[in-house]
């Protein structure tokens, strides 16, 4: 596989077997759409470097990182703001996922969740293994963080997450609402237009999705909960720790 794994996050892969990793026909057309997005003058370009899975079925790219404020208001506090108040320009108040029994869909800033790109056919995920739901860790350089396939994108698109996703993978990642937070509350008043532009690495694990019993707080925090206890464990079954 013609993929060198990025230097400042060579402690975090420790184990990852790159070399046994292969691509299907679905992963290299898709990585040939993405390639051909990035035209020149592009403002915004994939950068995806690398787009296969691993011998356990692990989907695995590197691409950069934009900022999705999709989702409602967060549920904490009446000052959070909703995804479109958030970013005017193309945010939406809802997400792909839905929280069993009613609970509603995803905030951005306080669920780590990630996007997939969806299909030629319509709002399915690009990749036929993958569903909205699946886990995921997601590294950036020295930082490693676990995320919730949480949205579906744009059809030639590849590498979009939570604010909540950004801000944990700081302080490496810039700050996604840079000059535009609550100076009282430091909440997110509105997006900072700008992406991690490249080497974020995304291990999605296929049939991880939470069943019903699923809340909103096992997906909240920055200390152990359901979704990092998971992803965690399924990223040191991949590299054999």
């Given at each position: 596989?013609?993929?060198t794994?990025?230097?400042?996050?060579?402690?975090?892969?420790?184990g990852?077997p790159?070399?046994?990793?292969?691509?299907?026909?679905?992963?290299?057309?898709?990585?040939?759409?993405?390639?051909?997005?990035?035209?020149?003058?592009?403002?915004?370009?994939?950068?995806?470097?690398?787009?296969?899975?691993?011998?356990?079925?692990?989907?695995?790219?590197?691409?950069?990182?934009?900022?999705?404020s999709?989702?409602?208001?967060?549920?904490?506090?009446?000052?959070?703001?909703?995804?479109?108040?958030?970013?005017?320009?193309?945010g939406?108040?809802?997400?792909?996922?839905?929280?069993?029994?009613?609970?509603?869909?995803?905030?951005?800033?306080i669920v780590?969740?990630l996007?997939?790109?969806k299909?030629?056919?319509?709002?399915?995920p690009?990749?036929?293994e993958?569903?909205?739901?699946?886990v995921?860790?997601?590294?950036?350089?020295?930082?490693?963080?676990?995320a919730?396939?949480?949205d579906?994108?744009p059809?030639?698109?590849?590498?979009?997450?939570s604010?909540c996703?950004?801000?944990?993978l700081?302080?490496?990642?810039?700050?996604?609402?840079?000059?535009?937070?609550?100076?009282?509350?430091?909440?997110c008043q509105?997006?900072?237009?700008?992406?991690?532009?490249?080497?974020?690495?995304?291990?999605?694990?296929p049939?991880?999705?939470?069943g019903?019993?699923?809340?909103?707080?096992d997906l909240?925090?920055?200390?152990?909960?359901?979704?990092?206890d998971t992803?965690f464990a399924?990223?040191?079954?991949?590299?054999?720790a």
């Amino acid at each position: 596989m013609d993929f060198t794994p990025p230097t400042a996050s060579k402690e975090l892969l420790t184990g990852v077997p790159f070399d046994e990793a292969e691509a299907s026909d679905v992963e290299e057309a898709a990585k040939q759409r993405y390639d051909a997005f990035d035209t020149p003058g592009n403002k915004d370009p994939n950068s995806c470097k690398g787009l296969f899975h691993f011998p356990d079925g692990t989907v695995f790219w590197s691409s950069k990182m934009g900022i999705d404020s999709d989702g409602p208001a967060a549920p904490d506090d009446p000052r959070r703001r909703t995804g479109s108040q958030m970013d005017p320009d193309s945010g939406q108040d809802g997400t792909s996922f839905h929280l069993p029994n009613r609970q509603g869909d995803l905030p951005s800033e306080i669920v780590p969740y990630l996007v997939l790109p969806k299909n030629a056919a319509g709002d399915a995920p690009f990749h036929p293994e993958l569903q909205i739901g699946d886990v995921a860790v997601v590294i950036y350089k020295g930082e490693k963080t676990a995320a919730i396939c949480g949205d579906i994108g744009p059809f030639k698109k590849i590498g979009e997450g939570s604010i909540c996703l950004h801000e944990q993978l700081g302080p490496a990642a810039p700050d996604p609402c840079r000059k535009h937070r609550d100076p009282v509350t430091g909440f997110c008043q509105r997006i900072f237009d700008s992406s991690i532009e490249g080497d974020v690495l995304f291990f999605v694990f296929p049939n991880s999705a939470f069943g019903d019993d699923l809340q909103l707080s096992d997906l909240t925090g920055t200390k152990s909960n359901r979704l990092r206890d998971t992803a965690f464990a399924l990223y040191d079954k991949l590299r054999g720790a």
